[in-house]
């Protein structure tokens, strides 16, 4: 492997153009219908196969099947594999990522079964996060629309792309909790909650599994971070996490096992340090844990050289000492790292490590081929025909239009300044307006930019010709050029407008001044979030502030239009702006899903996953916290409290909220009864009423909070909810079922346990405005 920058990449023809630019000819592919047959799992089968084909490899082989490459179209680390198609031809390379379409993919495939000795297929995999070629909101966005059926058919259509273009493992779900926003990947969660990041990890593993690995469009899905990446400390990426046994099994652990309780076929470790020991040296975490403890069966990955990285770690001296601590610990692939390739052989000859060892980890790799049904047809996923039938085709992209509608949260809205008039003079200001690539948000796979909507077009293609546009950027979305440098080197394809800020914003000014409204989008590229793109100041970067100043000084309404990838501090913007929409990173249909909401065609419905702080002071800042012994509850006078003395404890927009263009009341929720008998249930039954003028949808929420443990329990967490549509003027009733189940954590000896007590139940809009009830359990 070889450290590698991007235009280095670009220069040695690594980084390669979009796939439909090429034109290597390859075998013509059968037709479709005849790729699609295959034969279920049967485990004994299975046994038997490997079995006999282990008895034939050799220990290097063995070995080959541990490691990993990346090659091809894209990279995703500091260095990048090399001589893969030498390695390939001697059986010392078991998968490879970065690469797809049915061409590239055949092409390596047919190498692995023509020149290596065993020929056992390859494995391909790639991130494929958010979407495929036809791309999806960021995951916190898809989070937002508290919608698990749309999520779900996002990652199925997700799989059925990938699998059409070649690939047959993704690197997804990512289900790391997080609560700090100045951390890059929370783009890539599902926000702050444990609860509703399990339900949504497992939704995304059966949109990309289905119920059978081996049929022609599912693909193996990986769990990852394992463990606890999310809650890297001051939340600058690759960093330490150290937190309590109790918190990481009650808050952070929960989805990683949802996943795989779902039946995600394999995980990939974590960067970072867990309480001393880094995930992917971790033994506790990849065995006494996920194996022994949770029965994980499938294959462990590393991430990118998370091997190699465990000796600046300080976990051993050399490559040779942390391959060995690699694998005692339990992980099976080394992704591009090659240490396991380079070292285990010699281990194994200093007798460091056994044989055996290195059986069990090559066992679980080709047993996840075989459950993909490479063996049967290593060719399954290079269908020529199917991937020209189905990449970004129509039904997908109408797909992801809607999807994305669903996923846009409405912050604020005074004096109806939305929705838009289609025959208003519209003044479009800021650096996001005109877009493309922004709008497909970080890891966007194959997703390709110039298929995405931008704002703009969005907005003329929904209202038509009667709206009138005038446009000026504005200010440049940021202002440090060392910043722009850095996003730019890696792909962010950001244009630097000459003029001075003052300049941008006097254009803008004398563009709203002539407009009856004023539409802002701003917010972040998709650069600034993501891998590698922490960011200590949350507010809008560069300029954009100042001109949204300028802009509201002219008096005209302001709408802000948000395009970002994590919580940001927006304290002004909520203070004068008249409407807010947040519509993170909104993919390939981002622009005309945007102005579908803009305009009303589709009424907002989504609700935020994350807290978003009133300044980044307050970061950590989520609703499920725990009370103190000195809780303030608006003593202003009182020194000796729990509270800044500059900034409110108070979030700006606390989890799980959002408007929308109608309104909705709720009544005091009623229990089925006051006591729940262990074994029982108790029903928590509530009336919503639509009472705006506009038909709308409502994510009722539901949180529990048991008051008197043994140990110190949270304020509320989230234990249900349903999205319900109701007509203008409809009531509807909503009922939800706790069960002694929904109110277990881990005790002081760390048992999962209810304990008997009192126990208060909040219904409401979000996790801020809700109506109390209790009961007790008793057992
Ligand atoms: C590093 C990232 O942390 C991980 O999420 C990704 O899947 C791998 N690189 C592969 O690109």
């Known amino acids: 492997m070889r450290k590698i920058s991007l235009a280095l990449a670009l220069s040695l023809g690594l980084v390669c153009p979009p796939l439909h630019a090429q034109k290597a000819k390859t075998k013509k592919a059968a037709p479709a219908a005849v790729q699609q047959k295959h034969t279920p799992t049967n485990p004994a089968q299975m046994k038997k196969f490997i079995d006999e084909l282990m008895a034939k490899m050799t220990l290097e082989e063995k070995i080959g099947q541990l490691n990993l490459v990346s090659v091809g179209f894209t990279v995703t680390g500091p260095v990048v594999s090399e001589n893969v198609d030498e390695k390939i031809s001697k059986g010392l390379v078991g998968g490879v990522f970065n690469t797809f379409t049915p061409i590239a ?212 001296k050399n490559e040779y000492e942390v391959a060995k601590v690699a694998l005692d610990a339990g992980i099976d692939m080394d992704m591009v790292g090659e240490v396991f390739l380079n070292h285990l052989g010699q281990l194994v000859k200093d007798g460091k490590v056994t044989p055996a060892q290195i059986d069990v980890a090559c066992r679980r790799i080709l047993e996840g081929k075989y459950k993909l049904g490479l063996f049967e047809d290593p060719y399954r996923y290079a269908n020529e025909q199917r991937a020209k039938e189905t990449l970004l085709k129509k039904e997908y992209r109408e797909a992801a239009r809607d999807i994305a509608r669903r996923t846009l949260v409405l912050l604020k809205n005074q004096n109806q300044a939305l929705p838009l008039k289609k025959t208003a003079s519209i003044a479009l200001v800021g650096p996001l307006v005109k877009s493309q690539i922004d709008q497909l948000g970080n890891w966007n796979g194959a997703g390709d930019w110039k298929q995405a909507i931008s704002v703009e077009q969005g907005i003329r293609n929904v209202a038509g010709p009667n709206v009138k546009i005038t446009y000026a950027k504005g200010a440049n979305i940021a202002a440090d050029t060392l910043m722009l440098q850095r996003l730019n080197a890696h792909g962010g394809m950001l244009e630097i407008d000459p003029r001075t800020p003052q300049e941008m914003i006097r254009e803008a000014v004398q563009v709203a001044q002539r407009a009856e409204v004023v539409v802002a989008v701003v917010g972040e590229s998709q650069g600034m979030t993501g891998e590698a793109s922490s960011r200590a100041d949350i507010t809008l970067p560069g300029h954009q502030l100042d001109l949204l100043k300028a802009l509201k000084a002219t008096g ?45 065609n589709y009424n907002p419905s989504g609700k935020i996953t994350a807290t978003f702080p009133q300044a980044v002071g307050q970061v950590p800042i989520y609703y499920n916290h725990k009370a103190t012994g000195r809780p303030y509850a608006g003593q202003l006078l009182d020194k000796y409290k729990s509270r800044y003395l500059d900034v409110p404890n108070e979030p700006l927009y606390p989890f799980g909220y959002g408007l929308s ?75 939800f079922t706790l069960r002694e189940e929904d109110l277990k954590f881990h005790d002081l000896n760390l048992n999962y346990v209810a304990e008997p007590g009192d126990f208060n139940v909040y219904v409401g809009t979000n996790s801020r405005d809700v109506q109390a009830a209790s009961f007790t359990l008793v057992k």
């Open 661 to 735: 263009y109608t309104t909705f009341s709720y009544a005091a929720p009623t229990l089925s009864s006051k006591t729940l008998q262990a074994g029982g249930t108790v029903n928590v039954t509530v009336q919503v009423k639509n009472t705006g003028n506009l038909d709308g949808e409502e994510v009722v929420q539901l949180y529990v909070q048991d008051v008197v443990g043994s140990v110190t329990r949270p304020v509320k967490e989230l234990k249900n909810f349903q999205k319900i549509f109701l007509k203008k003027g409809e009531t509807k009733t909503v009922t």
């Open 556 to 600: 005209k309404p302001l709408v802000v239009v948000l395009m970002n990838g994590r919580p940001l501090a927006l304290k002004w913007e909520n203070d004068h702006a008249d409407a807010i929409l947040e519509t993170w990173f909104a993919g390939t249909e981002g622009g005309n899903a945007i102005a579908d909401v803009l305009f009303g």
């Open 105 to 316: 993919v055949r092409k390596l495939q047919e190498k692995a079964l023509s020149q290596s000795r065993l020929k056992i297929p390859l494995i391909f995999g790639y991130d494929v996060i958010h979407g495929h070629r036809t791309i999806f909101p960021m995951p916190i966005g898809l989070a937002a629309s508290w919608d698990l059926a749309a999520i779900e058919r996002s990652a199925r259509i997700s799989a059925d792309e990938a699998s059409a273009d070649g690939l047959n493992w993704v690197f997804s779900p990512m289900v790391d909790v997080a609560r700090d926003p100045r951390w890059g990947r929370v783009s890539e969660g599902s926000g702050e909650d444990t609860w509703l990041t399990s339900q949504i990890a497992m939704a995304m593993v059966r949109g990309y599994q289905g119920t059978d690995l081996a049929a022609y469009n599912t693909v193996m899905a990986c769990v990852k971070h394992f463990a606890l990446y999310g809650a890297a400390e001051a939340g600058r990426d690759y960093n330490t996490t150290d937190m309590s046994d109790r918190r990481m099994l009650d808050e952070y652990l929960p989805p990683y096992k949802a996943a795989l309780d779902a039946g995600a076929a394999s995980v990939m470790s974590s960067f970072n340090d867990i309480n001393g020991v880094p995930a992917t040296g971790n033994k506790w975490l990849m065995t006494d844990l996920l194996r022994t403890k949770w029965g994980f069966d499938g294959f462990v990955v590393t991430d990118y050289t998370a091997i190699n990285e465990l000796i600046p770690h300080g976990m051993g």
